[in-house]
């Protein structure tokens, strides 16, 4: 470690003076660890004893006899004034020091030397010297390998290589780097003490952390890569584990360490700087940050605890001093580099490799651009994330283009190791697609978007493989300026949405915009002009959006709330696009021409268009029904505009526990008018404005009134396709969906009007139509208990949908009183109310056999205020919807019968952050220091902090129902 501090003390020294020699004890002094005190996997070692052969100092002392032995005797001589060697010996018993007591510059003119002379010549002495000291007995190497010194001898390496540009330190501070991250950690992934010889023990202390989070930060500087800094900022949170919540400041020993009696607080220097100095000043160089406002407050609050003593003795903490200094002035040189701009690259790499020092490895591929590309960065739209962990560049053709020519443009996404971005189909539909916008469509067309397919991969805390990218990443798309563009520049604005996360948390999805340069110029090109219609994927896009859905999640709040939109048709829009969700939707109005409240309808409607087409032509044959059908279509495009327009009005509405009561209602209602407990009819004056009314206008205000009648059929459809449409928040699409519906409800209608002759085809209303009534009750019923998912547990929900199931499996089966002569129909009955009783078992099971849920409620300052004044301890829940480990924390963590139980005692609070920049979640988020989620803060009983025990990511349910033991 001693040496770890000189070299950037001489560094400083070099660079402030530019006295050679300082340079050279560096150089020195590095070329000795890599020789001496380097792993072969690239940690750096302890020590090396201080004695050989019983006396301390032996190997490095010498007497005037044996520099003269080793040397020739003008060598000699030379070696004894420079070292200032004496017959007593500076040591005692005539043995040596070797030091220099004058200058190198004044020696040389003393002896008539000229200075690069006399240093190659010096260099010949050490080289014989060191040969005779070789034969020597040497002292024990301690080959342990400690993350807290391993710290500072990367800082002095990083160091070097900053001031140097010698590629040889990068190297060995990048080697030892990926060592102690690799090597020294737990199997919960905190960071262990000491490793030696393939085994890894003892929890680590604060100055592991420390240390090692200050020579991240220093390779980070030094080499521009954020991969660095991610680990120092995940080092300097897990700190949190030695905090002291009270009085502030760091413990030296972590929370719960039951091997020591006394948990010590050092804030002055030893022999090594003081863990909480180095902290500070970790703290202060990520709080420069943006979002670092957490770290910062906590530097603040520490340097106020260090204040007085201080004051009292400066010398004792020189460090803290250094970090208070830090503080003071502005962020510049020691700000952590965000950029992924690489200057040691640019630096001339050093003549040879010092032995034991590999080759650097090239820095991170990143393709440069060829001649007749340009590449751009883009911003970020709104506050930036704590942490940036994907790089983002766009390159364009730096050529003129012709209007209406089409153009590639290639967005690369570089994603730094230990993190993932979801692909643009994800496997859950909740999961935040990564996917480009082009929010002025007028400004170019959309021809196509080439996303690469996603890798599956497994991740510790997820059930089931997930569908990402990592590493490096590639999107093409072809644009085209409008073939009427005036000739001059302009910009394309395109935006690209992605969501990070790692193993165990999840970081706030980001947009980044570029603003791609196009040069318009020549002759628009053949063809027509490229505007995209109803099934182009910038009429997919909507407002701009080429992907996949939004994939906002479903996820249950405290107070209710159902997914937000139909997650399976956002699923088939992404994958097979518009037009083929179009004609699946065609079809299904078609199919709802079958059911009991449209099909007894048909004859009637049919009887109306013949009644007043006797002796007409053929073009009031086709106008009544073609304007009945356009009634149709009016009403239930409007119907899709208006969902379009409310965007996530339509989502909140069905969050809000009274809506989803009145739904239930209605639907209950819906299934007692098929089950003739009364009946449903339109009130005379409508019936007077449409079927009593003849002509044009008679046929057009039954097509409008006609979704009324419709109502308890195809309701459940209508408010799935509404839900959606709310959720994607276009009213264009909208109204292609809602109008294609009833382009499919009113073929039939067209064609028997037209054809009047063909209603006599028609099955005849019968037996078989009551009994239809009674299944679509039933099945009406079934969806009042689907939309009943807020207001109840999984539990309780599968219980009563397994009752529900067997009750009307019987009754369809058995107790359904309508009768068929054909002997088919019994059996069909009992087929009918058979498969009611497997589908809805099908159903229910999973629910029913699911554990137990902690009684969670929204979070509120009440809340945490009331639990204080009844001394009981607080959880609060940090989560967002997109957010999987949130996920994977109920449905593992929480739900465990172990925690469940210790959970009985806390009062159970949930912060929703999925609005991570809203002005009331970013004030949350400040109040409670959290930078990501999910965050797990626990409050004991006396409503104090316990942030030494906060949880960042997914926990196993026995590490996490450890944690909670220690909260009182």
């Not at 496997?427 to 021809?447: G, K, M, N, Q």
């Amino acid at each position: 470690y001693d040496n770890a501090l000189l070299v950037p003390v001489y560094l400083e020294a070099w660079k402030r003076t530019g006295r050679e020699d300082f340079r050279r004890v560096v150089t020195e002094t590095l070329e000795w660890v890599a020789r001496e005190m380097t792993d072969p996997q690239g940690g750096f070692y302890a020590t090396l004893d201080a004695d050989s052969e019983g006396e301390e100092g032996r190997y490095y002392l010498w007497t005037i006899g044996e520099v003269r032995d080793a040397l020739a005797p003008t060598d000699a001589d030379l070696a004894i004034a420079y070292y200032g060697l004496s017959e007593e010996g500076s040591a005692g018993g005539g043995r040596n020091v070797l030091h220099v007591p004058v200058a190198e510059g004044a020696f040389a003119r003393q002896r008539g030397l000229a200075e690069p002379d006399l240093r190659a010549r010096l260099r010949t002495i050490r080289a014989r010297l060191a040969e005779a000291r070789a034969r020597r007995v040497p002292p024990q190497r301690d080959d342990k390998v400690l993350s807290a010194w391993n710290g500072l001898m990367i800082s002095a390496y990083a160091r070097a290589y900053a001031a140097t540009g010698d590629a040889r330190y990068r190297a060995a501070a990048e080697r030892a780097a990926g060592f102690v991250l690799s090597h020294l950690r737990a199997k919960d992934g905190r960071l262990l003490a000491t490793w030696r010889r393939g085994v890894a023990k003892v929890p680590g202390y604060l100055d592991d952390s420390a240390f090692l989070a200050r020579g991240l930060l220093d390779l980070n500087q030094a080499t521009s890569e954020p991969s660095y800094l991610e680990a120092a900022r995940g080092l300097t949170l897990d700190a949190d584990r030695f905090l002291d919540p009270g009085d502030g400041g760091y413990f030296f020993t972590a929370a719960g360490q039951g091997d020591l009696i006394v948990r010590t607080k050092d804030l002055q220097d030893s022999m090594l700087p003081s863990g909480n100095a180095v902290m500070a000043e970790c703290l202060i160089r990520l709080g420069r940050l943006p979002g670092g406002g957490p770290f910062q407050r906590r530097a603040e609050r520490l340097l106020s605890l260090a204040a007085p003593s201080l004051r009292r003795a400066p010398l004792s903490s020189p460090y803290m001093i250094l970090a208070a200094q830090a503080m003071a002035r502005p962020a510049t040189s020691d700000r952590p580099v965000l950029a992924s701009a690489r200057i040691a690259d640019a630096r001339p790499a050093a003549a040879g490799a010092a032995p034991g020092i590999a080759p650097a490895p090239p820095a991170a591929a990143r393709r440069p651009p060829i001649a007749g590309e340009k590449v751009i960065t883009g911003s970020i739209l709104g506050r930036p994330g704590p942490q940036r962990v994907v790089d983002a560049a766009l390159t364009v053709p730096a050529r003129e283009v012709r209007p209406g020519q089409a153009v590639t443009i290639s967005l690369r996404l570089d994603i730094h190791p230990g993190w993932h971005v979801n692909s643009n189909r994800p496997s859950l539909a909740y999961l935040i697609p990564t996917r480009l916008e082009f929010p002025e469509p007028a400004a170019a067309a959309v021809d196509q978007v080439a996303y690469p397919e996603g890798e599956m991969v497994q991740l510790k805390f997820a059930a089931e493989k997930l569908s990402v990218y990592q590493g490096a990443t590639t999107i093409r798309a072809t644009l085209r300026p409008p073939r009427d563009a005036p000739a001059g520049a302009r910009r394309v604005p395109v935006r690209v949405v992605y969501q990070a996360c790692s193993d165990q948390s999840c970081l706030a999805p980001e947009t980044v915009e570029f603003a791609v340069p196009l040069t318009v110029l020549g002759e628009p090109v053949g063809g027509s002009p490229a505007e995209p219609g109803p099934g182009s994927a910038a009429a997919t896009a909507g407002a701009g959006s080429v992907g996949a859905g939004d994939g906002t999640s479903g996820r249950r709040r405290p107070g209710g709330g159902v997914a937000r939109g139909d997650d399976r048709l956002a699923r088939l829009m992404a994958e097979q696009g518009l037009l083929f969700v179009l004609g699946a939707v065609f079809l299904a109005g078609l199919a709802l021409n079958l059911t009991p409240c449209v099909y007894p309808m048909m004859p009637v409607t049919i009887g109306f268009f013949a009644g007043q087409a006797q002796g007409a032509g053929w073009g009031r044959r086709v106008a009544l029904p073609a304007l009945y059908v356009l009634g149709m279509a009016l009403t239930y495009s409007t119907l899709g505009v208006i969902a379009g327009l409310s965007g996530s009005l339509f989502g909140s509405a069905l969050q809000k526990p009274w809506v989803v009561a009145a739904l239930v209602a209605l639907f209950v209602a819906m299934a007692l008018w098929m089950f003739g407990v009364f009946e449903l009819r339109l009130p005379g004056a409508l019936s007077q404005v449409g079927g009593g009314r003849r002509g044009a206008l008679g046929a057009m205000v039954m097509g409008l009134t006609m979704g009324v009648v419709a109502a308890p059929c195809i309701g459940p459809f209508v408010v799935g396709l509404l839900a959606f449409v709310g959720a994607s928040g276009n009213p264009l699409l909208g109204f292609w969906l809602f109008f294609v519906l009833a382009l499919g409800m009113g073929l039939p209608n067209l064609v028997l009007g037209i054809f009047s002759g063909a209603l006599a085809s028609l099955p005849r209303s019968g037996a078989w139509l009551i009994y239809a009534k009674k299944v679509m009750g039933v099945a009406l019923l079934g969806v009042a208990l689907y939309f009943m998912q807020p207001l109840l547990s999984d539990r309780q929900l599968g219980m009563l949908a397994l009752a529900f199931a067997a009750a009307a499996g019987v009754y369809l089966a058995f107790l359904e009183r309508t009768r068929m002569r054909a002997g088919w129909f019994p059996l069909l009955k009992a087929g009918i109310g058979l498969a009611v009783v497997a589908c809805g078992a099908w159903l229910a099971l999973p629910l029913v056999s699911a554990r137990a849920e902690a009684a969670w409620a929204p979070y509120g300052g009440e809340a945490v205020a009331a639990a204080r004044e009844r001394g009981r301890p607080v959880l609060i829940d940090f989560y967002a919807d997109w957010c999987l480990p949130c996920r994977e924390l109920d449905r593992f963590t929480f739900n465990d019968p172990r925690v469940l139980l210790e959970l009985e005692r806390f009062a159970l609070l949930k912060a929703d952050l999925t609005s991570f920049e809203a002005p009331s979640v970013r004030a949350l988020r400040d109040r409670y220091d959290v930078v990501g989620v999910p965050t797990i803060v626990l409050i004991d009983g006396s409503g104090r902090d316990q942030s030494a025990l906060r949880l960042y990511g997914f926990e196993e349910p026995e590490a996490f129902l450890a944690r909670l033991r220690q909260v009182r």
